[in-house]
């Protein structure tokens, strides 16, 4: 009796401790899992969709952090394109404040032509965004016009993406006078057209995968 004793009473002890901490542990790993708002499943998705993106790092980093549903490839595609719009936007309200605030003959005329062509590239980038949304939305519960609605998404986050370069490319020449601000404008610029990449290569991918029959939209 006296052996018996501390020998259930090691074994009631181990058992106990491990149970805690097991227990510990599955708290902490919901915990994690509900700061970044992500299921484990999403987490998931958007490793395995981003890793071939063009810019993966800045994928895995920008739609990790969206507060949105991420259940399947549709939501994901969305979602790129929701990061995309808005930070289009925000630019976008940069370089009208830009705009606002140029001088006149002191100031640099190929900087304020480049501002002034930008404002409306952007414009049109943030509409064609909003409408990049749409087609995708409309995806769902339309099986027949998948590939209308696809061509539609495809054409106008394409479009976005043009214009977002088109308005980079209007500042390669400029210099001297407002050197910050075209630094600044160049920098935005080229964020905003590496998640527009990133928003059309998984949209892309969206597309690839319903044509091989392995989708949920």
């Not at 605030?101 to 064609?128: F, P």
């Not at 976005?160 to 210099?175: H, R, S």
């Not at 600044?184 to 998640?195: A, E, G, L, T, Y």
Request: charged share 25%; with cysteine; hydrophobic share 35%.
């Amino acid at each position: 009796m006296k052996t018996w004793f501390p020998t259930f009473f090691f074994f009631f002890f181990f058992f106990f401790l491990l149970y805690v901490s097991s227990a510990a542990w599955s708290h902490s790993t919901t915990a994690e899992s509900g700061k970044s708002g992500k299921s484990g499943s999403s987490d998931d998705l958007i490793r395995t969709s981003c890793i071939h993106a063009r810019y993966p790092k800045l994928c895995l980093r920008t739609l990790s952090s969206y507060r949105g549903p991420v259940k399947t490839p549709n939501d994901l595609a969305q979602a790129a394109v929701n990061v995309s719009l808005s930070r289009a936007q925000k630019v976008s309200e940069y370089l009208t404040r830009v705009k606002s605030s140029q001088g006149g003959e002191g100031s640099n005329k190929r900087q304020r032509v480049a501002v002034t062509d930008c404002v409306e590239q952007l414009s049109d980038s943030v509409d064609e965004l909003r409408k990049t949304l749409t087609e995708l939305r409309n995806l769902r519960g339309r099986s027949g016009k998948f590939r209308w609605h696809m061509s539609n998404a495809e054409t106008w986050v394409s479009a976005a993406l043009t214009n977002e370069d088109t308005c980079l490319d209007g500042f390669k020449k400029v210099n001297g006078i407002g050197k910050k601000v075209t630094s600044d404008v160049k920098r935005k610029m080229r964020n905003v057209s590496k998640v527009t990449s990133n928003a059309l290569y998984l949209i892309n991918r969206l597309d690839d995968a319903h044509g091989l029959g392995r989708i949920n939209l």
